[in-house]
């Protein structure tokens, strides 16, 4: 007769009581503190002087010290705007804008096509237009001073807005190839499998996907055709196609020392624009221009 054992009994091991979850709290970086304040420090002096000084009266100013507070003479920012410098940042938005249009509607097609294009011209081409970023402007601005009076396009808007986007285009065309490189190719094909064409793929897949692209370069673009100066003072003459950069030359050379604050007004007005633009497009503009460059 065989006698069955009884069943051992399985012994688990105790459960080990986990460590009390500590919440991670990142460490305070000192130094960045301090050098963040420093660097606000040297920035926004400047500032506080520019805009503080440009509300004082002439004889405020002369009495006053660079950090006293701000006056509420209002009285600069008409005087300025009575000079025609209306015309002036008119004229500048009209630079500006169609600087950027022409430079966003050739820099997207051109970027599309060197990085899906296999051909060794669209490469040399490529090649070549980089070699733009070399060149100064002050270099060439004799045969453009030629050109733009053949073209008899002297003394015009037009004259400033086509060299402005011809010298900052090789720039945007670098940055926009840059992002589009980091579209994934599966997406180029797929598209390709359902029958989208070129231009259909630019249109709903390239350029949505390059937005912070386009964005960083509008705002180059922007920013350089807003404080040009060598254009506007070498083809154009007459005061009704005067830009700001020639606006506050030409309104320092009449007011000197004998009225600071107005001039100091007038550099106010002309910095607003560029600070708003700025303040809404700094992190698609520092997005876009290290896109790409970390591979």
């Known amino acids: 007769m065989t006698v069955r054992s009884a069943p051992r009994a399985e012994v688990r091991a105790a459960p080990v009581p986990r460590p009390p979850h500590r919440r991670y709290r990142p460490r305070a970086n000192v130094p960045a503190g301090i050098g963040a304040a420093i660097w606000l420090v040297i920035v926004g002096l400047p500032l506080y002087y520019l805009v503080a000084s440009s509300l004082r009266s002439r004889d405020a100013y002369l009495d006053a010290g660079p950090l006293s507070a701000p006056g509420t003479h209002v009285g600069n920012y008409g005087e300025v705007l009575g000079e025609g410098f209306v015309t002036y940042l008119v004229n500048n938005v009209v630079v500006t804008a169609g600087t950027v249009a022409i430079v966003l509607v050739l820099a ?46 002297y003394d015009s808007l037009l004259a400033i807005i086509l060299p402005t986007a011809a010298f ?41 996907l390059s937005r912070p692209g386009l964005v960083t370069i509008g705002i180059y673009t922007a920013l350089n055709a807003w404080n040009g100066f060598i254009f506007p003072l070498v083809l154009t003459q007459d005061p009704a196609v005067r830009t700001v950069t020639l606006g506050l030359w030409d309104f320092q050379g009449t007011q000197g020392t004998q009225n600071v604050p107005a001039v100091l007004a007038a550099v106010t007005l002309s910095l607003l624009p560029l600070l708003v633009l700025y303040l809404f497009g700094r992190r698609h503009l520092l997005g876009g221009l290290t896109a790409g460059f970390g591979k």
């Open 168 to 208: 900052v285009l090789p720039m945007a065309i670098l940055v926009l190839t840059s992002q589009m490189r980091d579209i994934p190719a599966e997406l180029y094909e797929s598209m390709s499998l359902d029958g989208a064409g070129p231009g259909l793929v630019l249109w709903r897949l390239v350029l949505p």
């Open 108 to 153: 997207a097609p051109a970027g599309y096509a060197i990085v899906r294009s296999r051909s060794r011209l669209v490469r040399t081409s490529f090649s070549v237009m980089l070699l733009g970023l070399a060149i100064p402007a002050q270099a060439t601005i004799i045969p453009l001073y030629l050109l733009i009076t053949r073209l008899h396009l």
